[in-house]
């Protein structure tokens, strides 16, 4: 049993370095598009065989497409688009975590978010979300900072591929902490690092698989759909600062939105759902603005609304 | 009432600002939470985070001996205790 996890695992690794090695050598070679040419016939192959994924990505488009920049119905074809939208990401990625990207193709669409989170004295908690490409920019950014961060995932799996990824590249790895839940082992190792200055990250827009209980509800693009307490309940009993990070994919390269969430979140004992709503609710407000002006770099490929 | 149980008892008003309860009314078995004190999950989190903070003591591993630990200001008391011995 051992022996098999173990082979398993090193044929993972294995497959990792082999990987990258190769997207980083059809990067250099074909170019970003020149790769999704390649690639579309497994583009397509998951568009027309993923039908779940496929129906979440029509119905997401038929409401955001008329709000959006684009302003018009969607069609058949936007949803294939989507996908594309969605393998260029994960390309960008691997180009990202590979050494490929050259940092300079990420620019700072404002900086005072940034510099104020850089000016505090403790750390902060940073909210990201799957709409762009939050794991490019942490390829991208300047040593100092990346090493500042910690990543909250919520798989095994996820610090797993951290690792292989540390392997690999240890130019780009960032310390990850797994969570299924956040208990007061989790919260005083977390609260540690912001006392230290680190900057902990935490995604806004996925529901945690087992703590059901930890769900609130707040409108996002004209319907109510479900958002994590989690980030809330950790701004409130860390004591930190709040921002949103957002990197979206522009004409040339990445662009970088970093924007004070809140000075302070404070859960009050009598209103804490309440209170909690109330900041889900903004949070949706700001994941709005940003996605109708990106109506293709949603990469959540799950019905939202449900 | 040891002093220990007393100087839980000042950090759990203070950490959770309870202001409508003194520390002197807290019962030293009394349940923390749901019932008795009516505390809930994020009292847990503030107030393991205090106690981390007061007592320097490390908190580390998950597992469900927290919960037990939690229980009351006794069982809170014990616990620092306990964890202040084998640090020492």
Known sequence: MTSDATHWAGLRERGLGWGLNFSAYAYRLLGRTGCLIVLSPIILYFFLSGSEQRRASQSYLARVLPMSVVHRRASFLDSYRHFIAFAGSALDSFAAWSGRLSPEILTIADDTGLKDARGQARGALFIVSHLGNADVSRALLDDATRKRLTILVHTKHAVRFNEMLEQYNPEVAVNTVQVTDIGPETTINLQERIDCGEWVVIAGDRTPLENTERVISAPFLGETASFAQGPYILASVLKCPVYLLFCFRAKHGYELHVEKFSDRITLPRQSRDQASQTYAARYANRLEHHVIKHPFQWYNFFDFWA | ?88
């Open chain 2, 1 to 88: 009432m040891t002093d220990l149980e007393t100087e839980i008892k000042i950090l759990i008003v203070d950490s959770l600002m309870l202001e409508d309860i003194k520390p002197e009314e807290i019962a030293s078995e009394e349940p923390l939470f749901v019932e008795g004190l009516g505390l809930d999950s994020i009292d847990a989190l503030e107030l393991g985070v205090a106690i981390r903070k007061k007592f320097g003591i490390k908190i580390e591993s998950v597992n469900d001996d927290i919960k037990t630990h939690f229980r009351s200001v006794q069982s809170l008391a014990k616990f620092i205790e306990s964890k202040k011995k084998a640090e020492a």
